[in-house]
């Protein structure tokens, strides 16, 4: 039973000025699985997750060339408005960052930038979304107090809450955990296998256990190419390139 | 490390001394009545309250004038527009601005309000004159302030589908909110204290309580340059090192409340 693809990436390049960054990349991403993908820092793999939502718009210089498909409408078209397009793709960072307010405000900013007013409403948003990134339990009592009173992991939990809030239909990690302890991490690691019934999961990360762990397809990134591609345990068991075994086996990276 | 103490102590030492003289000097009538009472012959006797009314009143609308303006030409400069020859010459331009002796800004006010715009000496003349001179100081702090938001910050609003507008006002403005106060608390103090600005624009004689901002208006500061330049006796003088105590109580008063909202402000938004 295959799984509908939910973003297909054809021929991606992108340049930073002169540098490019990422040359002729294909990739499909299934509907409710989580690709992760790996590689050593530098090789592009952040950069690469950062055209899912169009977020290198934001940063000068960079040119991009090819097609990014999302359920068949390539995201780069004219018609396509990149603020729009970040309500259906949302993406949680490296480090987590809450906005400096309180919880409530934290998860409700989403909603509310999108036209949501009704304080009923919002209340039920906001619970939802951090019952769906299991921090209900830890925060229901205390919700007006100032987000960057929590732990770093509830941060990070509280920034997927947030994300959560405004319905998207991707959910982009970009290192989630690269910031967190071991028990943080696994607390989110758990999370994703929830929220792959409801999202399209896209993890990027360092730690080549974390991918095996929650991954169902890993593509691995080396110099701005995505080397190899296939289900997670293909690629740990039976890798097909050199390169893509010399990593996984801690070689080099 | 004795020099060091030598300086600093030198610093208290002229301050206090300053502020001792100043309070020693007007003591006699200092009171309840002089801060909040009706002057009596030719500000002589009585109270201050006319004056007092219009420094506030001048300062307010100083920075009505100036506050949204400062935030919104130090929204464009980081926001909107790409370092480059413009934002050069608008920051060169600003702290010209903030470098222009005070007393051009009167000459400047009196020339646009009253001969160019014919105006009367007013309260909102000589608000619009004091809030073009604050104007650079709010810019430059905004500017500064809204620098130091982390980009990690305005990056998760945009990755929850905000649009720029709403991530200024959303995220970059709040985060920013306690350093915009300072900027604008530096100004108050500067509106506050400023003579030469106004010096046409206020009259001396006879006491006027301003109701509109159209209304002619007397200031504490206009005031004390009133009874020292025009003394005839111990008395003028002794009434001016009144206003003069008064003049700094006001403005340690409001540069307290000013820092206090701020220190409320930025315990929401530690970091």
Redesign the interface.
């Known amino acids: 039973m295959d799984q509908k693809n939910k973003i297909l990436v054809k021929d991606l390049n992108l340049w930073y000025g002169d540098k490019q960054a990422l040359k002729d990349n294909n990739l499909n991403i299934k509907e409710n699985r989580v690709t992760a993908l790996i590689g050593p820092s530098g090789c592009g793999k952040s950069t690469f997750i950062r055209c899912l ?1 169009r ?1 290198n718009d ?1 940063i ?1 210089g960079v040119k991009i060339t090819g097609e990014v498909l999302l359920d068949n409408k390539n995201i780069y078209d004219k018609d396509i408005d990149p ?5 259906r793709v ?2 949680v ?1 490296q ?1 987590p ?5 309180s919880i409530f405000d934290n998860v409700a ?2 909603p ?3 036209g949501i007013k009704d304080k009923t409403e919002l209340r039920r948003i906001v619970e939802e979304s951090l019952v769906g990134a299991a921090l209900w339990g830890e925060v229901s009592d205390r919700l007006n107090t ?1 987000a ?1 009173d929590l732990s770093g992991g509830q941060q990070q939990r509280l ?1 997927i809450a ?2 959560l809030a ?1 319905k998207p239909e991707v959910v982009l990690f970009d290192e989630p955990c690269s910031a967190l302890d071991p028990i943080a991490t696994g607390k989110i690691e758990d999370l994703m296998q929830d929220l792959k019934k409801k999202y399209t999961i896209v993890i990027v990360t360092h730690n080549m256990q974390q991918a095996a762990r929650v991954s169902d397809y890993t593509g691995f990134f080396l110099l701005g190419r995505l080397l190899e591609f296939a289900k997670t345990r293909d690629i740990f068991e039976n890798p097909k390139k050199k390169e893509t075994e010399d990593y996984i086996t801690g070689r080099f990276g | 490390m004795t020099l060091l103490w030598l300086s600093a102590g030198s610093i208290l030492l002229i301050l206090c001394s300053i502020v001792l003289y100043v309070v020693y000097r007007g003591s006699h009538d200092l009171g309840v009545e002089f801060v909040l009472g009706q002057p009596e012959n030719i500000w002589l006797a009585g109270g201050m309250l006319p004056a007092l009314i219009g420094t506030l009143y001048t300062v307010l609308i100083a920075l009505l004038f100036a506050t949204p303006l400062g935030i919104g030409a130090a929204v464009h400069l980081t926001q909107y527009t790409k370092e480059g020859r413009t934002t050069k010459l608008m920051r060169i331009g600003s702290d010209a601005l903030n470098a222009i002796p005070s007393i051009v800004f009167g000459l400047f006010g009196l020339t646009l309000f009253l001969y160019y715009l014919r105006m009367k000496p007013s309260v909102f003349a000589a608000g619009l004159t004091l809030g073009f001179m604050i104007l650079p100081t709010i810019i430059r702090t905004a500017e500064v302030a809204i620098k130091a938001v982390p980009w990690s910050e305005i990056e998760g609003s945009y990755a929850l589908g905000a649009t720029k507008l709403q991530t200024i006002t959303g995220v970059i403005l709040p985060t920013a909110l306690p350093g915009i106060i300072t900027g604008v608390i530096l100004g108050l103090g500067r509106a506050a204290g400023e003579t030469a600005p106004i010096i046409w624009l206020a009259s001396f004689w006879p006491p006027i309580t301003p109701l509109s901002p159209a209304d002619p208006f007397n200031s504490l500061t206009t005031t004390l340059y009133f009874l020292t330049s025009e003394a005839q006796n111990e008395q003028y003088i002794t009434r001016a090192f009144a206003v003069a105590s008064l003049l700094l109580f006001m403005v340690l008063v409001l540069n307290y409340v000013a820092r206090a909202l701020n220190n409320r402000l930025s315990a929401n938004i530690r970091r």
Not at chain 1, 83 to 87: D, G, H, Q, T
Not at chain 1, 97 to 101: A, D, G, S
């Open positions: 939502n977020m934001l000068d603020v729009a397009l970040r309500k949302g993406m960072f480090r960052n809450p906005f400096p307010m900013y989403g509310r930038i999108h100032n960057l920034c947030r994300t405004v």
